[in-house]
């Protein structure tokens, strides 16, 4: 059964104070790996996706990484409106309907204090 | 319009109403999806329809029924819910996957519904 870990479950920054966002997961073989940005009372906004170990991926302050068992989700001197939760994905080499199947984590809630 | 969007936005019924959610979708894709989300519980996908054909269906409770007449146009019709189905239910499309290659799920706003 394909899961997804993410930690810390919640994480309060000072605006400017770098951190990073893990996301552990288990599939059998892994075809891509998603981090999405979800505000409240909203539906997700896709912002990354890897698809295999040593990848990398930028944009503005968030920098997304993957090695074979996690990934990382790095922010640069966050911003208050970097507030949010971050959900990281999985899409495991399954045939069939299962190629459609996204396994989600729980989330990192991220809230930058000015 | 633009994107994927949904309506309603926000749906308070009974446990013997009837209704429906809309989800249009102006990207192109030839797939969509139904997702439950749940406070302190990760995504559950529901339903998938590729191509207007239904391929996933979650063990999905027969008191959620979808219907995707085009592939622009997704439904999910409710009947006879249970407190425990208040969630926000979301919609999202894509491309269908295509071999080896797979394509990112875009997300609607999603509807928050309440059952009484």
């Known amino acids: 059964e394909d899961q997804v870990t993410q930690s810390p479950e919640a994480l309060r920054l000072q605006e400017g104070e770098s951190s990073s966002l893990n996301c552990s997961y288990t599939?059998?073989?892994?075809?891509?790996l998603f981090w999405y940005r979800q505000d409240p009372g909203k539906g997700p906004e896709f912002l990354f996706t890897?698809?295999?170990a040593g990848e990398e991926k930028e944009k503005e302050r968030l920098k997304a990484t993957l090695t074979k068992k996690e990934s990382f989700l790095h922010i640069t001197a966050p911003k208050p409106e970097d507030s949010a939760t971050y959900l990281c994905?999985?899409?495991?080499?399954?045939?069939?309907?299962?190629?459609?199947?996204?396994?989600f984590g729980k989330g990192t809630k991220l809230s930058v204090i000015p | 319009e633009t994107g994927v969007t949904q309506t309603p936005r926000h749906l308070v019924m009974g446990m013997t109403n009837k209704k429906s959610l809309k989800c249009e979708q102006h990207?192109?894709?030839?797939?969509m999806y139904w997702y439950k989300q749940s406070a302190k519980k990760p995504l559950e996908l529901m339903f998938v329809?590729?191509?207007?054909?239904?391929?996933e269906n979650n063990s999905v409770p027969s008191r959620f029924s979808p219907e995707c007449p085009n592939s622009s146009h997704l439904f999910l019709h409710l009947h006879t819910l249970q407190p425990e189905d208040s969630a926000l239910y979301l919609c999202?499309?894509?491309?269908?996957?295509?071999?080896?290659?797979?394509?990112?799920?875009?997300f609607g706003p999603g509807t928050r519904l309440t059952v009484l």
């Open positions: 990207l192109g894709h030839n797939a």
């Open positions: 329809y590729s191509l207007e054909e239904r391929v």
């Open positions: 890897l698809y295999s």
């Open positions: 599939v059998s073989g892994l075809r891509g």
């Open positions: 999202a499309s894509s491309q269908g996957p295509a071999g080896v290659t797979i394509y990112e799920q875009f």
């Open positions: 994905a999985v899409q495991a080499a399954h045939s069939g309907a299962g190629s459609y199947q996204l396994t």
